[in-house]
């Protein structure tokens, strides 16, 4: 296969090189983790004491063509005392990369003392996912290796995960995909291959004031064959009502989140990002919009920390 020269823009190959587009079904990474619970961790489905139907829409690097912008639905319900189910739907697009994705989450939750709760949880779900090399711009147009579609046609997925957590404190680990990228035609197996990854997350909520939480948190990602991803955000909560806060990705951007509880079911929010790398050089903005619907449940379980909002 020939080297690629120009794709359309100095900033696609900046695209390829960061995201890496033979592992384009890796999960998109949003700033508003606090917000992206189901996709993070199986073993969050029921772990609230209410159910919620959340909805996502995220711009990356605008202004840049080729740049990501990925859809997601998740619902996360808490269905019994100790068991919950929550699933999601994703659209992802970027350059010639075109991912859809389908999974539902189970899990148990066992009350291990007055005071913490262990939960572990499957991830069960399918995806297609297409990638038309004809966008691309290379030294020989002639090159048969950069022709045509790629295509996966129904892949099956599978991850699983633990949760460990109380009123203040959360920890939790996952492994979101475990099963094999094919390709209906082509064998790119030595080249695409997003199993074992693995996600590893941290945080608590803490009192300041009567009237003001700290929530600070922090989600490492590391997926074979590209950079290590770290996000860590803090997050005040004033008067349970309005949150602000700062998000970072380790030699990536850093930002600024805001949400508003407009009413007792209903919460906004907002992020934006500002590429710190040379990403910068092309693009200055990237934008990510959710909507919560909260379903209270009427539970004898404790509610959990605010990390999950």
Known sequence: MKKIINIKSLGFITLLSINGIINAQGDPNFRQNQLNIMQLNPAQAGANAYSEII???SNQWVSMPGAP????????FNVLKNFGIGATILGDQYGPV?????EVNLAYHLKLNEEWKFGVGLKMGVSNMTVNLGELVTIDPNDPYMKGILRTGINFNAG???LIYSKKFYAGYSMPNVAKTNFLN???THFVDTRFGQVIYAGGTFALSETVDIR?????RSIKGT???LDVNTI???NKNFDFGISCQVKSSVGAIVGLQMRDHLYLAYSYSYPINKLNQVTIQSHELALRYRIINKSDRSVNPRYFI
């Open 227 to 229: 950079p290590f991803n």
């Open 98 to 102: 075109n991912l859809t994705k389908g």
């Open 55 to 57: 909805c996502f829409a």
């Open 160 to 162: 699983f995960g633990g």
């Open 186 to 188: 082509r064998n790119m």
């Open 69 to 76: 912008k990925t859809y997601l639905t998740s619902a996360n």
């Open 216 to 220: 600070p948190n922090a989600v490492f």
């Open 236 to 238: 005040l909560t004033f």
